[in-house]
């Protein structure tokens, strides 16, 4: 394996919705290690009754963790890569200055401005352009939210990994996986939807160019530049979409496979040469996102264990104290339960009263409510694994059926894959080999589509060389991320 330029250190940045992870890849013995080196919460704020993402905080925690990793390799920075979750964006005033605090996905703005929009494009032309679920969080609908209420559709957008980038130095730009994301980009083609723009009545100057995955869109600069090992780093977009990451980072032959990236989102799909917009593939909203190596991501989103933490944030203020893990234990040895739950129903997508809102669920069922307490907490959780394995059971099944696959196994990546407890149900609810990656493979792919980049592997050519991603991957993840 080629090293980068005198065995230069790598850095990733994961932006988390709810955790952000700075990492810090070094060489030794001619070998990769990877640590975490500064980890912060993020939680979205509430701002005149609406969901904020309070970037400068954000920023600076990136910033600190860029200095941690500096005073931990003394010899240097070879590049900086940031990803993060989708949709989300910052928009800019003519001075480059931010146009308010970028609004959270889970803004209750998004379900008006998706009705309004539909009314103009019909969901079935808009399936037919881009191939992407209907959501009421894409960015299409954000940005089409911002002209309702009065934003001026010349402000400039960026989905926030490539905005932090920006920040740090980098041109702005959407990297190629982050971009499909917005339900903007023609299917099958790396350029925006013309007539997505011409009908929506948003601004096509005002989007940034698409370039694909790994490319180099400037160096550092700024006060950080002012640290040895910091200057001269190379900004580097890795899949800046944290699915299409840590998907890169599954080193598996053959193709009868699928995938949960599992955490605050579950995404359930598989990995397809070309995309798949079926009828049936639309009206179960079934979604083709860009992946590495010219790959379509085919998948479907479940509302994961953010089902889970908010109830362990409402527990906790009740007085409360129950771990994850010590939920886990207590819910291995409690029975099936009696009802599952609808885990992607709308109210559940939304923060607060979760229990309260679980309790309504089951009772329009004819179910007892399940009590807030150190006997009822329990069964709460257990019914939230139960129902989250049989739904993602569900989805591979109809994945299966839908791409004309023959599945076996399931790789199970991201913050989830440590849930023994959820893995087993996963298994046994769909029958099939369940497989623990590892619980970093955002950061994983991050760097290893670094390394393809700094190694002199075009853009052009990691777009159509998974191949070479996927071997760097398969090499960087033995090594123990602590």
Same mark, same amino acid.
């Not at 109210?347 to 399940?370: D, R, S, V, Y």
């Given at each position: 394996?080629?090293?980068?330029?005198?065995?230069?250190?790598?850095?990733?940045?994961?932006?988390?919705?709810?955790?952000?992870?700075?990492?810090?890849?070094?060489?030794?013995?001619? #070998?990769?290690?990877?640590?975490?080196?500064?980890?912060?919460?993020?939680?979205?704020?509430?701002?005149?009754?609406?969901?904020?993402? *309070?970037?400068?905080?954000?920023?600076? !925690?990136?910033?600190? !963790?860029?200095?941690?990793?500096? #005073?931990?390799?003394?010899?240097? &920075?070879?590049?900086?890569?940031?990803?993060?979750?989708? /949709?989300?964006?910052?928009?800019?005033?003519?001075?480059?200055?931010?146009?308010?605090?970028?609004?959270?996905?889970?803004?209750?703005?998004?379900?008006?401005? @998706?009705?309004?929009?539909?009314?103009?494009?019909?969901?079935?032309?808009?399936?037919?352009?881009?191939?992407?679920?209907?959501?009421?969080?894409?960015? %299409?609908?954000?940005?089409?939210?911002?002209?309702?209420?009065?934003?001026?559709?010349?402000?400039?957008?960026?989905?926030?990994?490539?905005?932090? @980038?920006?920040?740090?130095?980098?041109?702005?730009?959407?990297?190629?996986?982050?971009?499909?994301?917005?339900?903007?980009?023609?299917?099958?083609?790396?350029?925006?939807?013309?007539?997505?723009?011409?009908?929506?009545?948003?601004?096509?100057?005002?989007?940034?160019?698409?370039?694909?995955?790994?490319? +180099?869109? !400037? #160096?550092?600069?700024?006060?950080?530049?002012?640290?040895?090992?910091?200057? !001269?780093?190379?900004?580097?977009?890795?899949?800046?979409? *944290?699915?299409?990451?840590?998907?890169?980072?599954?080193?598996?032959?053959?193709? *009868?496979?699928?995938?949960?990236?599992?955490?605050?989102?579950? %995404?359930?799909?598989?990995?397809?040469?070309?995309?798949? &917009?079926?009828?049936?593939?639309?009206?179960?909203?079934?979604?083709?996102?860009?992946?590495?190596?010219?790959?379509? +991501?085919?998948?479907?989103?479940?509302?994961?264990?953010?089902?889970?933490?908010?109830?362990?944030?409402?527990?906790?203020? %009740?007085?409360?104290?129950?771990?994850?893990?010590?939920?886990?234990?207590?819910?291995?040895?409690?029975?099936?339960?009696?009802?599952?739950?609808?885990?992607?129903?709308?109210?559940?997508?939304?923060?607060?009263?979760?229990?309260?809102?679980?309790?309504?669920?089951?009772?329009?069922?004819?179910?007892?409510?399940?009590?807030?307490?150190? #006997?009822?907490?329990?069964?709460?959780?257990?019914?939230?694994?139960?129902?989250?394995?049989?739904?993602?059971?569900?989805?591979?099944?109809? /994945?299966?059926?839908?791409?004309?696959?023959?599945?076996?196994?399931?790789?199970?990546?991201?913050?989830?894959?440590?849930?023994?407890?959820?893995?087993?149900?996963?298994?046994?609810?769909?029958?099939?080999?369940?497989?623990?990656?590892?619980?970093?493979?955002?950061?994983?792919?991050?760097?290893?589509?670094?390394?393809?980049?700094?190694?002199?592997?075009?853009?052009?050519?990691?777009?159509?060389?998974?191949?070479? /991603?996927?071997?760097?991957?398969?090499?960087?993840?033995?090594?123990?991320?602590?």
């Amino acid at each position: 394996m080629e090293l980068p330029a005198k065995n230069k250190a790598l850095i990733a940045v994961d932006l988390g919705a709810q955790s952000c992870r700075v990492s810090l890849l070094r060489w030794k013995d001619g #070998a990769p290690t990877i640590r975490l080196i500064h980890r912060f919460g993020n939680a979205p704020l509430v701002v005149n009754e609406t969901l904020r993402w *309070d970037i400068d905080r954000i920023f600076e !925690g990136v910033k600190e !963790g860029l200095r941690q990793c500096a #005073a931990a390799a003394p010899e240097g &920075i070879s590049s900086i890569g940031i990803d993060g979750w989708g /949709v989300d964006y910052a928009r800019l005033a003519e001075d480059g200055s931010l146009v308010g605090l970028p609004f959270c996905h889970r803004d209750e703005r998004t379900r008006p401005a @998706m009705d309004e929009l539909l009314k103009r494009i019909p969901a079935e032309r808009l399936y037919e352009l881009t191939g992407i679920q209907l959501l009421s969080l894409n960015t %299409l609908f954000q940005l089409y939210a911002d002209n309702l209420a009065g934003i001026a559709p010349r402000a400039r957008w960026m989905n926030l990994p490539e905005y932090v @980038m920006h920040l740090l130095g980098g041109r702005a730009v959407s990297e190629f996986t982050m971009a499909t994301h917005t339900q903007m980009v023609r299917l099958g083609t790396q350029e925006w939807c013309e007539e997505i723009f011409r009908e929506s009545g948003l601004e096509r100057r005002a989007a940034p160019e698409i370039v694909p995955t790994g490319t +180099c869109i !400037g #160096a550092l600069s700024g006060e950080l530049c002012e640290i040895p090992e910091l200057r !001269g780093a190379k900004l580097i977009v890795p899949a800046c979409h *944290d699915t299409a990451s840590a998907i890169a980072a599954i080193s598996a032959g053959g193709e *009868d496979w699928a995938f949960i990236s599992s955490g605050t989102w579950s %995404l359930v799909g598989t990995v397809l040469h070309a995309p798949c &917009i079926t009828e049936e593939a639309r009206k179960m909203n079934f979604t083709n996102l860009g992946g590495v190596g010219g790959t379509i +991501c085919f998948l479907k989103n479940v509302n994961g264990l953010w089902i889970l933490r908010q109830c362990l944030d409402e527990w906790e203020k %009740l007085g409360f104290g129950w771990t994850l893990e010590e939920l886990v234990d207590q819910c291995g040895k409690l029975p099936t339960p009696d009802t599952f739950l609808d885990v992607d129903a709308p109210e559940l997508l939304l923060p607060g009263e979760m229990t309260a809102k679980i309790n309504a669920q089951l009772a329009k069922l004819g179910q007892k409510a399940l009590v807030r307490n150190d #006997a009822g907490i329990p069964q709460i959780a257990n019914t939230i694994f139960h129902s989250l394995a049989r739904r993602y059971a569900e989805i591979l099944e109809s /994945v299966a059926r839908i791409a004309g696959k023959k599945i076996n196994r399931i790789f199970i990546v991201g913050g989830g894959s440590k849930n023994e407890f959820l893995n087993r149900l996963t298994a046994r609810y769909a029958g099939l080999e369940v497989i623990a990656g590892s619980s970093e493979a955002t950061t994983v792919g991050n760097f290893a589509i670094q390394m393809a980049a700094l190694n002199g592997e075009s853009a052009e050519k990691l777009g159509v060389q998974l191949e070479a /991603v996927a071997r760097y991957a398969g090499q960087l993840s033995a090594p123990q991320i602590n």
